[in-house]
């Protein structure tokens, strides 16, 4: 149903030739998805490298699919909102927090690309390395680094001294509490409560304590300073405020869905199916257009040639092509019904028989594999973890899509929209 899906959802992307910035679904009251942030995300994706070689129907269930998390996330964003998760003390802390440091990275980065080699030193170093390019390359960034502390310890100097900076760390031998005062200047009150939480009861290191106001008082400066060169970093922000709001909701979900450890051991009980590892085999694949061919292709394996050499060469699987073959370690149960009738009671290292699927004529191999097991609650605790909190979750969606429904703007959204 869910690839079906996916092909309806992108037949109108792929007789496109160019993607304009096209809403292709909206999210509740103020969500969308455009092809722009579709294209990114996609170009991002751990599979990104990979996806030109892979044939259209794949490319449009991974598409599809990608669509659908990026809908899925907005509208778990809508909910954090809704909740009021954007108005927590800890959401808008850490969005303080992480503004502060992206606009102080800014700041070093133009910093350093200001930076300049003296012309004297440029001479010496264009006439020592004349011959070599690659050398000069490295010589003219080693010199950059080698300088370019002194300038960062320069500048925040200069900026320390312009913010009246004052810090008052003999506090710190006198019993502090949370209002005590450690740093001021324009722009800046550190207090000790800022680095220590009211309900804790450790005692930091003044070391350390120095160290964190120091870095935070350097930060802060750097910050300002990035306002006032004109960075603008509110496309970053809202990325990570979607993120966090979306983060603390779920951080909070899951503390609700698992109040202790027995809510997992009752799971694993429950669930004995989890404590069973699939074998894994590290199989390797040919693809041949016809059945002639497969069989002519056979014959050369069992005459001594590499399965893996021929499948470079003539496979019409481009991924497995680009790969020579080698398909890496999949579960038992993963491949297509075809190829896991062939590979059930077939041998290590032994070609299979021709198998016919929609993609081709394929030969297969088992290179390795490591046998099924079972295993008890501690040795896959993270497993049933992550499965109780996957179920946990596909209801939960649906609660939130109910709430904050997904309206399709592309192919037929009236028959995707029933669907959903």
């Not at 006439?127 to 070599?132: A, D, E, G, H, V």
């Not at 710190?172 to 450690?182: F, Y």
């Not at 709001?245 to 979900?253: F, G, Q, V």
């Not at 869905?257 to 590892?277: C, G, N």
């Amino acid at each position: 149903m869910k690839k079906i899906l996916f092909f309806v959802l992108f037949s109108s992307l792929f007789a496109s030739s160019s993607f304009a910035n096209k809403v292709l679904v909206t999210i509740g009251k103020s969500g969308q998805v455009t092809e722009q942030q579709l294209e990114a995300a996609m170009q991002a994706a751990p599979f990104a490298t990979q996806f030109p070689a892979m044939d259209e129907q794949d490319q449009a269930y991974l598409r599809g699919d990608m669509l659908l998390r990026i809908a899925r996330s907005e509208a778990l964003y809508q909910e954090a909102i809704s909740t009021g998760k954007s108005r927590e003390l800890i959401f808008q802390q850490e969005m303080s927090n992480f503004k502060t440091a992206l606009l102080a990275q800014r700041y070093l980065v133009t910093l350093r690309a200001q930076m300049q080699i003296p012309a004297d030193v440029e001479q010496q170093l264009s006439t020592r390395f004349s011959t070599n390019s690659d050398a000069l390359i490295a010589a003219r960034s080693a010199y950059v680094a080698q300088h370019y502390n002194d300038l960062k310890l320069g500048h925040i100097q200069q900026l320390k001294q312009q913010a009246n900076v004052k810090t008052y760390f003999e506090r710190l031998d006198n019993k502090p509490t949370t209002a005590t005062i450690l740093a001021t200047g324009i722009g800046i009150n550190i207090q000790y409560g800022h680095l220590v939480p009211n309900n804790s009861q450790a005692e930091l290191d003044q070391l350390l304590i120095i160290e964190q106001v120091n870095e935070w008082v350097e930060l802060t400066l750097m910050a300002q300073a990035a306002v006032t060169q004109g960075e603008n970093i509110d496309a970053q922000l809202q990325d990570y405020a979607h993120h966090l709001a979306t983060r603390l909701l779920l951080s909070e979900k899951e503390q609700q869905w698992i109040s202790d450890e027995s809510v997992l051991r009752d799971y694993f009980q429950k669930h004995p199916k989890i404590a069973y590892i699939p074998e894994r085999r590290q199989i390797g694949q040919i693809v041949l257009a016809s059945k002639q061919e497969a069989e002519q292709m056979r014959t050369r394996i069992l005459a001594g040639e590499s399965l893996f050499t021929l499948a470079g060469q003539h496979s019409i699987d481009a991924y497995g092509k680009q790969r020579s073959g080698d398909m890496g370690w999949l579960k038992e149960g993963s491949a297509s019904q075809e190829i896991e009738t062939a590979l059930k009671d077939l041998q290590d290292n032994e070609p299979s028989v021709v198998i016919q699927t929609d993609k081709g004529w394929h030969i297969v191999v088992i290179v390795n594999r490591k046998p099924a097991e079972r295993k008890d609650y501690a040795a896959i605790k993270d497993r049933v973890r992550q499965k109780f909190l996957a179920e946990k979750m596909t209801a939960y969606l649906q609660e939130v899509i109910a709430k904050h429904p997904l309206h399709w703007k592309i192919g037929d959204h009236e028959a995707i929209n029933k669907v959903m």
